[in-house]
């Protein structure tokens, strides 16, 4: 009996599945993606109604070739990739490949998706096999076709308008236009003065507790001078401070839904500091399965790519069984709790769970790497979290009255922990619960407070933060941008171009961010909208459930497009104002992106030459850097005796004749010295300070090239003395600052400077 052929994209997969099916299989990996469109072209014939054309990825040729060979040995053949639309475009390659084989063209081949690698569902998942979905492989084909479109029309645009190896995206350009309005946001906004003033108070009982001020005069506190703040202060500091209201109730805290993949990356983000690249490898590792020892190759979580909050009855029914088990039965609700995913989303698989409620985080963890660890421990807390009693806590609201000013105290205290005694969700990055509540002494109505102080606090108002990964795929998500499978993607392109830069974890745009996103907005104003973007994902799934013709919404698409591209291809000038006048001739300057960066340029060129570099100040506006690189004259040209100048280059100053490119006579300043004396025996030469050709400062000797001593560290004048080894280093310590250390491998002495 011929063999049945199961095709997986994954070896790692491939090994978990195998374990679960009997030796009628053959098991084989694709290793992902084997046709693709081409590098070096468009790849998409408009003309021909969007026909892409696709070639064989580079590497695969020969997997394709024993795929098919062993296809014509067998009986039925089965493709299981991951179940999305990039595993069905996957699918669909491989299927098209196998049936060019004269014995492969009629044959059946069937589709298999494996929510989960489980014994129990991989092989319901082999005994009930689909067809291939055309409409899910066309929606993955069109994002594909528009994704290239605007990524190799656009691109070229900007080599030629603004330089060499730019690049623009279809969702990528967007997110990197929310990193920048967010930064202009920051830019405009003007902080307001407010004041607070809180009542440190202490009854009968302990402990002391804090009140705040909430009313005055009837009316709600709104403190804005430190003048109106202290005029209370002074009214109300001798009164007597009474209760005047106790209001005691009992409120519930719900926990919160399983995971989808967003929720995932931005959790594992606060928490676990992960970036959303790492979260799904980790995941994907999970997902494809883990050696557990004696139980063998087990997949422990399900499929991480989802924006659905439901879970199977039998996923619910097993997480009540072990909540009943190792919590009891107080902790299990009389119905199982179930959560309304969000407007829009497809809900095609699971939630991402742990595949067994029995697997608990400490029976697998001796199995797993510490990150894997890490992420199955949050995935399995919050599945079985997600079906446990809400926390009860009995919150105390305290009125107390001073004169014409009304104190408020809020206090809390947990009656039933509930599902928090498993999973806190209001941990911050530090794993520390967020402050909660006070805990307040026993009051009544009509009691006599003592006070202790009146404590005044100014304050200023915050401008919106600048996004972290957490917090930008949350905005991707609520404005319909992307799809669970992008997410990570998106992030991993714009954290790897120049266009934004992270400081502390935040993502800041450059200005070459800037420029680009400018001139973006004003060229292509649908591709650069974010609702425009949205609806195109609508479209995108419109397609996968079978709504919509994706020739359709290409053609829809590319009418626009083209007109956006023709006419900025006449009218983009690669510059924006910059709203400052030229020192010079008094024209508008504008900023410009060159091979050395951005820099201002006079639009009085060629007759007015002047350019210089810049900053901006708090508040975003334009700061000209009086550099020494902006033309000042430094001597005559020995070769024309035009006049030469001093500029600034990718590798530092220079200086340059006038009459470039006539003349191109350069000089280098000479390096500047540390004074620090050559360690090479022998050698008379002195350290100085050079810099790389990738632009990366360094320091060698001044007696080069007959001494050939050079190191990266900043050298400091000085004998190691456990070693002897002349010249130490500066290490710079985040921690500790600037440190000395001995230069010699293996010596480890150090002190601080």
Known sequence: MPEKLLIIESPAKARTIKKYLGPDFRIMASVGHVKDLPVSSLGVDIEAGFKPHYVTIKGKGKILKELKAAAEKAGEIYLGPDPDREGEAIAWHVAGEIRKGTKNRDKKILRVLFNELTARAIREAVASPQVLDRNKFESQQAR????????????????????????????????????????????????????????????????????????????????????????IVSEIEDLPFMVKKVTKKKTK???????????????????????????????????????????????????MRTDSFRLSNDAIGEARSFIEGAFGRDYLPEKPNRFKSRKGAQ??????RATSADLT????????????????????????????????????????????????????????????????????????????????????????????????????????????????????????????????????????????????????????GFLVTDLLVAGFPDIMNTAFTAQMENNLDRIEQGEAKWTDILREFYRTFKRDLERAATEMKGEVPANISCPRCHRPMVIKSGRNGIFLACTGYPECRHTSNFTRDEKGRIVVEASSGTGEKKGTCEKCGRPMVEKNGKYGPFIACTGYPECKNIWTPDPVSTGVPCPEEGCDGTLVKKRSRKGKEFYSCSRYPGCRFATWDEPFDDTCPECGTRVLSIKQKKKSGPVLVCRKRGCGYKRPL
């Open 144 to 231: 594909r076709i528009l994704d290239r479109l605007v990524g190799y029309q656009i691109s070229p645009l900007l080599w030629k308008k603004v330089k060499r190896g730019l690049s623009a995206g279809r969702v990528q350009s967007v997110a990197v236009k929310m990193i920048c309005d967010r930064e202009r946001e920051i830019l405009a906004f003007e902080p307001q003065e407010y004041w607070s003033l809180t009542a440190h108070l202490k009854s009968g009982e302990p402990p002391p507790f804090e009140a705040r001020l909430f009313r005055y005069k009837g009316r709600k506190a709104d403190l804005k001078t430190g003048e109106e703040t202290h005029r």
């Open 253 to 303: 805290k719900n926990p919160p839904p399983p995971f989808t993949t967003s929720l995932l990356q931005q959790e594992a983000f606060r928490r676990l500091r992960f970036s959303a690249k790492k979260t799904m490898s980790v995941a994907q590792s999970l997902y494809e399965g883990v050696d557990l020892g004696e139980r063998g190759l087990v997949g422990l979580i399900t499929y």
């Open 347 to 352: 809900e095609a698989h699971e939630a991402i």
């Open 361 to 512: 985080p400490e029976k697998v963890s001796p199995y797993l790497s510490r990150d894997q660890a890490a992420l199955y421990t949050l995935i399995w807390k919050r599945f079985i979290a997600c079906q446990m009693s809400p926390a009860i806590l009995d919150k105390t609201q305290v009125e107390i009255a001073a004169g014409k000013a009304g104190f408020r105290a809020n206090g809390s205290v947990v009656l039933f922990k509930g599902f928090t005694t498993l999973y806190e969700p209001g941990l911050n990055n530090g794993g520390k619960e967020k402050d909660n509540d006070a805990i307040l002494p026993p009051v009544r109505e009509g009691e006599l407070l003592d006070l202790i102080k009146l404590d005044p606090a100014q304050h200023f108002t915050q401008p919106p933060p600048r996004f972290t990964e957490a917090s930008l795929i949350k905005a991707l998500e609520e404005n319909g941008i992307g799809r669970p499978s992008t997410y990570a993607a998106i992030l991993t392109n714009i954290s790897g171009r120049e266009y934004v830069s992270l400081e502390k974890r935040r993502f800041r745009p450059t200005e070459l």
